[in-house]
């Protein structure tokens, strides 16, 4: 009998849970660990948020156990992995503009979970290295604008910061789109670090979500990212029937150990909301 529980715990892949309740009920606890997810999104349309809420939620969960059993679902056999960090890497925001944003997004609690829990790796001084932009108005401090890791190159700076503290943690790229329209980086060499990255979260153990906005960087591109990509989740919106108001949706196209969930429960999409004590949140989901 122990011998057929212990085959029964290894063919159990761990997940890591993205807390969005709804969601993770469906999927069976979370994402598998190891996979390099696209949030590709409309402006608005929520894919930021979701990161966000994950990120919080996950913080939450590590040092609460009551928030754990909120929102942790530990039902479906898989092992539950919550990551000890949450690494931020931002082409073209400092820590300072993203925590920012997240105390003025959602509940007090949210924002001092992620601020409390968070490796933050701010690239913005390559990125705008060869802009006219000057150096005060984008770096926290003047003096860390130029200090470029010993001549890197923006693309060298993010793989080092990969290297360094990704390992075992949730990872939050901020953004692809800031990286692919960047004059400096050639966009197949992105690519191959993509490829790299999608190799090397399986042996780090990492949950990596790369953020990516529709309609910017062109249809071809954001194809081939995803592509290279474990999973895609799809973010927009739609007007709602017999109302002129819009609403959030989200889907998933493509997702290894994921999509079969879905299918199963015959789900096509999930609409959602963004609320301030709650996060990003599944209101409804559209079934078929």
């Not at 929102?71 to 000890?84: A, L, M, T």
């Not at 690239?123 to 010993?150: C, E």
């Not at 990516?212 to 973010?235: N, P, Q, R, S």
Request: hydrophobic share 45%; with cysteine; aromatic share 10%.
């Amino acid at each position: 009998m122990e011998k057929k529980t212990d085959m029964a715990d290894e063919e159990l892949d761990p997940r890591i849970p993205t807390c969005v309740n709804a969601f993770d009920n469906i999927v069976k606890g979370g994402l598998p660990v190891g996979s390099m997810v696209l949030l590709l999104g409309e402006v608005g349309s929520g894919h930021v948020e979701f990161a966000y809420t994950s990120a919080a939620r996950l913080s939450l969960a590590k040092i609460d156990p009551m928030v754990r059993e909120r929102y942790v679902r530990e039902s479906f056999g898989h092992p539950i992995v919550i990551p000890p960090k949450v690494l931020y890497i931002s082409f073209s925001r400092s820590k300072k503009e993203v925590l920012r944003d997240i105390r003025l997004s959602f509940a007090g609690v949210y924002y001092e979970a992620v601020k409390r829990n968070l490796i933050f790796k701010d690239l913005s001084g390559l990125y705008f290295k060869h802009t006219p932009v000057p150096s005060t108005w984008v770096a926290d401090r003047p003096m860390l604008f130029g200090q470029t890791g010993n001549g890197a190159s923006l693309v060298e700076a993010f793989v080092a910061a990969l290297e360094t503290d990704a390992p075992g943690n949730l990872v939050i790229v901020d953004s692809l789109t800031d990286l692919l329209l960047s004059p400096s980086v050639d966009s197949k060499e992105i690519l191959y670090v993509l490829k790299g990255v999608q190799k090397a979260a399986k042996k780090w153990g990492s949950l990596v979500y790369l953020l990516l906005t529709t309609d910017i960087v062109g249809e071809e591109k954001e194809k081939l990212v995803a592509d290279l990509c474990d999973g895609v989740l799809v973010f927009g919106w739609q007007r709602a029937p017999r109302g002129s108001w819009m609403r959030r949706y989200m889907y998933v196209p493509k997702f290894v150990g994921v999509l079969p969930h879905l299918d199963q429960q015959r789900v096509a999409r999930f609409f959602t909301d963004i609320r301030y004590r709650s996060g990003f949140v599944v209101a409804n989901t559209e079934r078929i």
